[in-house]
C-alpha cells in the first residue's frame, strides 16, 4: 500500500492519560499535514510540517499537543493529559514539493481517539 | 477568519436523480477550491480540484464549479447511486498557506 499510512486506527485511552499517533507519508512527499475532525463537522486543520521543520500551527494546539517529524519522513501528534474534548478523529494528509496545483493533500484513514 | 459553509447539511434522493451540492466561501484569497468524500469511519478521498483561474472541473458523473466573485461552489452529481451515500466536503486552499479549510460536509444518503 502506498497510501498515507496511519497508527492505530483506534485508540481508547482514559482522561489524563497520555497519547501518541503515528502517521507515515507517501514515499517522498516532503509534505505532512496533521488534521482534527469531530463528529458532524469538516477537519480543523493542526499543524503543517515540510521536511523536518513545523511550519505552521493551528491555534487549536494546545500546550498539550506537541507534533514532531524528526527526519522528514514518519510523524508523530503526542497528546498529554488527554481530556474528553480530545476525542476526534486525527487525519495526516500528505503532499509532493512538486505538483501541478498547490494544496492538494492525500489523506490516510485517520485515528479514532476516544476519552472515557 | 475564513470560513466554508455547505448547504444542505443533510440530503436524502431516490436513486437515479440528479443534484447540485452548495459550497460557499467569505475569502476571496482562497486559492483553489476541492471537493472530498469521505465514507463513515474513513479518511477523505479527493474528488475535483478547481483552481482559482479556472470555472469548472469535470470527472465522470461529477462536475465541479467556482464562482470567486460570488465566493460559491457546486458539486454536481448526475445519476445518482446508492454508492453515491457518503458524505461530500468541500475545502478551500489559501495562497498564503499549504492549509485546507474545510466546511461541515453534506451528507448525501441515495435512496434505491
Known amino acids: 500500500d502506498t497510501g498515507v499510512s496511519q497508527d492505530p486506527r483506534h485508540k481508547i485511552t482514559k482522561r489524563g492519560q497520555n497519547v501518541t499517533f503515528r502517521c507515515d507519508p507517501i514515499?517522498?512527499?516532503?509534505?505532512l499535514y496533521w488534521y482534527r475532525q469531530t463528529l458532524g463537522q469538516g477537519p480543523e486543520f493542526l499543524t503543517y510540517?515540510?521536511?523536518?521543520?513545523?511550519?505552521?500551527k493551528s491555534r487549536l494546539l494546545s500546550d498539550r499537543f506537541s507534533a514532531e517529524r524528526p527526519k522528514g519522513s514518519f510523524s508523530t501528534l503526542e497528546i498529554q493529559r488527554t481530556e474528553q474534548g480530545d476525542s476526534a478523529m486525527y487525519l495526516c494528509a500528505s503532499s509532493p514539493s512538486r505538483q501541478l496545483a498547490k494544496n492538494i493533500q492525500y489523506f490516510g484513514a485517520g485515528t479514532r481517539l476516544s476519552v472515557l | 477568519k475564513q470560513e466554508v459553509t455547505q448547504i444542505p447539511a443533510a440530503l436524502s434522493v431516490p436513486e437515479g436523480e440528479n443534484l447540485v451540492l452548495n459550497c460557499s466561501f467569505t475569502d476571496s484569497a482562497i486559492y483553489n477550491l476541492q471537493w472530498f468524500r469521505q465514507d463513515p469511519g474513513k479518511g477523505l478521498t479527493s474528488l475535483l480540484l478547481?483552481?482559482?483561474?479556472?470555472r469548472e472541473q469535470t470527472s465522470g458523473r461529477l462536475n465541479a464549479s467556482l464562482d470567486k466573485s460570488s465566493g460559491r461552489s457546486t458539486l454536481y452529481i448526475a445519476a445518482s447511486q446508492p454508492g453515491d451515500s457518503a458524505t461530500y466536503l468541500c475545502a478551500g486552499g489559501m495562497d498564503s498557506s499549504y492549509k485546507l479549510i474545510f466546511g461541515s460536509g453534506t451528507r448525501l444518503l441515495v435512496r434505491p
Open positions: 510540517f515540510q521536511n523536518e521543520a513545523q511550519l505552521e
Open positions: 514515499s517522498e512527499h516532503n509534505r
Open positions: 478547481i483552481q482559482s483561474s479556472q
